[in-house]
C-alpha cells in the first residue's frame, strides 16, 4: 500500500454483509464436498509449484513485478472465515491462485503444457522433438521468461534441445503478447528469423490501438480494475475473477509474421483438406503447420468476441481444443470496466456455437487462456470404457447460451422501451440453467454492467429521455442537488441513514448521495461546503464502497469499490503499472502513429492560435545510409485538427516544413515524454534535416499545441479548480 495512504481505520463488515459472506462460503464448502471437479481439475497434472517467491523487473531487481506470496492466504485448504470477502469470489480466488507448470494433453506427435498463475493469463507450450511452440507469452517480459525457465527446470529440456520455433498470439489484448521477447530471453532477446508469429487478422492494428488510443485513461481505469494499489487479503484484493491480478513489468510486442485471414493465408478450400486435420471440413478453418514440426494446427477465427480480433486453435493429434479467452471458468466482460470497444454478444454466441458443432464430437481435453482445463472423463468402471466429452460440450453449450442469453434478453426489453438501468435492475440474474453452474458467474464480467453494455452497443448512451440529453455536469448537479436537499449536513445525515440500514439498496443510495456533496465541493461558483462536511461526506463514502465491496461476488466490482474507498479519502495514489513498451510505438503505422499524435493535440488553442494551416512534408530516409526510402506522408495543423494524408497531399504545393528522417528517429520521439523537445534535440543531433524558410517556427508552433495525458486524473473525487 501507497505510504502516504492515510485512511487507516479498518472498516468492518456490517453483520449482513459478514453474514452473507460467511452463509455463501458455507454452502459452497458443502457444494465442493459433493462435487470437487474444479478443485482437482485446477490441479490436476501439475508437475512444480513456481520455485521463486516472486519475480522481478530486469532492469530493477528491486521492483517485484509478480508476488506469488501475496496471495497464499487463498490456498485451498486454508484456514479461517473471511466475513470481508464474498463466499463465491473466495472460491475463485483459490482456483486462480493455484499457479505452476501443468500437463495437459500429450499425443504421440507432441506434449501441451500450461504454466498458469504467473500472470493474468496462462502460458501454453506445444513440445515436440524439434522445439517449442508458444501460445500467448503472458503479459510481461520478465513473467514470462519466468514461466518458460519453470518448464525448462522441470523437464530438463534446455534451449539447444527445444529451441522455440513458433509463437502464437490467440488474440489482440495485452496479457496475451506483452511478454513476447520474454520467451526469446536464451536467445538475448531477439527474434530469430526463421520464427513464425502467427495472429489472427486484424490483431497489430487492435493492440496497437487500444494500448495507444487510449492507453492513458484505460491504464488510470485499470488501477481500479485490477486495485494494483490494494494490499493482498481478505480486507483488500483477492483477485480479478478472470485471474489474481495483471503483472506490472515491461510489455513488450513481436509484430506478426503471418496472419490468418490475410491475404497470403485464407480458408482451406475442401478439396485441399486433409484427414490430418480429424474434423470434417467446412469453410472459414484455417490450417498451419510450423516448420520442422510435422503435425497441423487447424484455426477457427473468431473478430468481435472477446476481442475485435481472436482465434480458437484445435490440436488434431491430441484431440484437444485451445478456446483462446471465448470460454473461461466465469462470464466475461461485454463491456470492461476499464473501459474498450463494446463487444458484441450475438457474435459471441454465434461463434461458440460454431467451434460446437465443429470440433465438439473431436474434442476429448479443452483448455483456454485463463483458468484451468476440461477433460473429457470414463463415465463408469467398467474395463475398456471410453471417455466421454459430455462436461466440455455442457461446458461449451452453456458459456454459449449465457452470450446468447445477455444479448437477446436485452433486445427484447429494449425493444420494450426499457433503458439500460432498467434492464439491469429488471433481470438481476441468470436464469437457474445458465447461473447455477460456477463457471456462468459474474466473477470478471456480471449481469448488470454486461447487460448495461448491450444496450450500449445498440442504443449508446442517450436513453431517449430529453431530461438526460443535456445534464449538468456532476459538480453542477451536485451542488444543486445538495442545496435542494437542504444542505450538505443534511445530505449527509441521509446517507448515513441510509447505510445504517445496511441493504444493498441503501448502501447505493447512501453512494449517490454522497457522490453530490464530494462533487458539490468543486463547483464553479464557488463551495457551499465547510470543510468538515466534505471530509465526513469523504469517511462515510469511504465506509460505503468498503461494504459494498466486502460483498461483491464480482472480482472487479469488489477492486472498483475497495480503490474507491482508499482513494475517496486519499486522493488519487501514484500509479502502479505495467512499464511502457517501445514495441508498441515500433509496430504502429504511420496512420496510426499520426492518429495517436492528433489525440493530444489541444485542439481549442490550437484553432485560435494557427487560424492558417500549419503543413509538414515527413520524408523518410534509411537510418544509415540516408537514402529516400520513397515513404512519405503530409500532417496538416487546421481548424484545431492534425490531419494525416499517406504519401503526401496533392493539394499542398508549398510545405511550411519539410522533414526528413528515418523511422527510427520518428519512433524515438513519441518514446520519451516531451515531443517538442526530442523534436528539437534530434534536430541538433542532425538526425532529422529541416528544410523551409521557416521550418523551426512551424514545427514549433505545431508541436507546442501538443498535451500530456494526467496519469492522476482523480475518479471518485472532482478535479481540482483551475
Not at 485471414?261 to 478450400?269: F, I, T
Not at 475485435?308 to 461485454?334: F, K, Q
Not at 505495467?578 to 503505422?589: A, E, K, M
Request: hydrophobic share 35%; charged share 20%.
Amino acid at each position: 500500500m501507497p505510504e502516504n495512504f492515510q485512511y487507516s481505520q479498518p472498516v468492518e463488515p456490517s453483520a449482513a454483509v459478514a453474514e452473507a459472506n460467511l452463509r455463501a462460503a458455507a454452502v459452497i464448502r458443502d457444494a465442493d464436498a459433493r462435487d470437487g471437479k474444479d478443485f482437482a481439475d485446477a490441479s490436476r497434472f501439475r508437475i512444480a509449484p513456481p520455485d521463486v517467491p516472486v519475480i522481478t523487473s530486469r532492469k530493477d531487481r528491486e521492483k517485484v513485478v509478480w508476488d506469488f506470496t501475496s496471495y497464499e492466504f487463498l490456498e485451498s485448504g486454508s484456514d479461517g472465515d473471511m466475513p470481508t470477502v464474498n463466499g463465491s469470489l473466495r472460491r475463485q480466488g483459490s482456483l486462480t491462485a493455484v499457479a505452476g507448470l501443468f500437463q495437459v494433453a500429450t499425443c504421440s506427435a507432441y506434449r501441451v503444457y500450461q504454466v498458469r498463475g504467473y500472470d493474468l493469463s496462462n502460458m501454453t507450450i506445444i513440445e515436440y522433438d524439434q522445439g517449442l511452440i508458444i501460445i500467448d507469452p503472458l503479459a510481461c517480459y520478465e513473467t514470462a521468461q519466468a514461466a518458460l525457465k519453470l518448464f525448462r527446470d522441470h523437464t530438463e529440456l534446455t534451449k539447444e534441445q527445444r529451441p522455440v520455433r513458433g509463437l502464437i498470439y490467440t488474440h489482440c489484448h495485452v496479457d496475451h503478447f506483452g511478454g513476447a521477447r520474454g520467451v526469446f530471453h536464451e536467445a538475448g532477446d531477439p527474434l530469430e528469423p526463421d520464427v513464425p508469429v502467427v495472429a489472427p487478422e486484424g490483431f497489430l492494428e487492435h493492440a496497437v490501438s487500444e494500448n495507444v488510443y487510449a492507453g492513458p485513461a484505460m491504464a488510470r481505469r485499470a488501477q481500479y480494475m485490477y486495485a494494483a494499489q490494494l494490499d493482498k487479503g481478505p480486507r483488500g484484493q483477492v483477485g480479478s475473477g478472470l485471474g489474481l491480478t495483471v503483472s506490472t513489468g515491461e510489455v513488450t510486442l513481436i509484430p506478426p509474421t503471418v496472419y490468418l485471414g490475410g491475404p497470403e493465408h485464407q480458408p482451406v478450400a475442401k478439396k485441399a483438406w486433409k484427414s490430418s486435420y480429424v474434423i470434417p471440413w467446412r469453410p472459414g478453418l484455417y490450417a498451419y503447420t510450423f516448420k520442422d514440426s510435422g503435425f497441423p494446427l487447424v484455426f477457427q477465427l473468431t473478430p468481435g468476441t472477446e476481442a475485435p480480433a481472436e482465434m480458437n486453435i484445435y490440436l488434431p493429434d491430441a484431440r484437444t481444443l485451445c478456446i483462446a479467452e471465448n470460454a473461461t471458468h466465469t462470464m466475461h466482460n461485454i463491456l470492461s470496466l476499464r473501459g474498450a470497444q463494446v463487444r458484441d454478444a450475438h457474435a459471441w454466441s454465434k461463434y461458440l456455437t460454431e467451434a460446437i458443432q465443429t470440433f465438439g464430437e473431436h474434442t476429448d481435453v479443452l483448455f483456454a487462456s485463463h483458468h484451468w482445463p476440461v477433460w473429457a472423463e470414463v463415465e463408469n468402471e467398467e474395463p475398456g470404457g471410453k471417455p466421454s466429452n459430455k462436461r466440455i460440450l455442457e461446458f461449451l453449450n452453456k458459456q454459449r447460451d449465457m452470450y446468447g442469453y445477455l444479448n437477446d434478453q436485452s433486445l427484447r426489453l429494449i425493444n420494450s422501451g426499457y433503458t439500460g438501468i432498467e434492464i439491469a435492475e429488471q433481470l438481476k440474474e441468470l436464469p437457474a440453467g445458465l447461473g447455477d453452474h460456477w463457471y456462468n458467474r459474474g466473477y470478471y464480467g456480471s449481469v448488470s454492467h454486461n447487460l448495461k453494455a448491450v444496450y450500449q452497443r445498440y442504443m449508446g448512451w442517450y436513453d431517449g429521455n430529453p431530461a438526460t440529453l443535456w445534464k449538468l455536469p456532476p459538480t453542477q448537479s451536485g451542488a444543486a442537488y445538495v442545496e435542494a436537499m437542504g444542505g450538505a449536513e443534511a445530505v449527509v445525515d441521509k446517507a448515513r441513514q441510509a447505510y445504517d440500514s445496511a441493504t444493498a439498496q441503501g448502501y447505493r443510495w447512501a453512494a449517490e448521495l454522497l457522490n453530490h456533496v464530494i462533487f458539490a465541493a468543486a463547483a464553479e461558483n464557488g463551495s457551499p461546503l465547510a470543510e468538515p462536511q466534505v471530509t465526513r461526506a469523504k469517511e462515510l463514502q469511504a465506509q460505503v464502497f468498503t461494504q459494498l465491496g466486502y460483498g461483491s461476488e464480482n472480482g472487479t466490482w469488489r477492486n472498483a469499490y475497495l480503490t474507491g474507498a482508499q482513494e475517496v479519502v486519499n486522493g488519487p495514489q501514484p500509479l502502479i503499472t505495467s512499464q511502457s513498451s517501445v514495441d508498441l510505438i515500433r509496430s504502429t503505422t504511420l496512420e496510426q502513429y499520426f492518429s495517436a499524435l492528433a489525440r493530444s493535440v489541444d485542439g481549442p488553442t490550437a484553432a485560435e492560435r494557427h487560424r492558417a494551416p500549419i503543413v509538414l512534408d515527413w520524408v523518410f530516409v534509411d537510418a544509415g545510409t540516408g537514402a529516400e526510402t520513397g515513404e512519405k506522408c503530409t500532417t496538416t495543423l487546421r481548424n484545431g485538427v492534425l490531419v494525416f494524408v499517406e504519401g503526401g497531399d496533392r493539394f499542398v504545393v508549398t510545405p511550411d516544413a519539410t522533414i526528413r528522417l528515418s523511422r527510427e528517429a520518428l519512433n524515438e520521439l513519441a518514446e520519451q515524454p516531451g515531443y517538442r523537445k526530442n523534436f528539437n534535440q534530434a534536430v541538433e543531433d542532425k538526425k532529422i534535416t529541416l528544410e523551409g524558410a521557416d521550418a523551426q517556427t512551424a514545427t514549433d508552433a505545431v508541436f507546442g499545441t501538443l498535451t500530456l495525458p494526467d496519469p492522476r486524473f482523480p475518479i471518485v473525487t472532482p478535479r481540482t479548480r483551475g
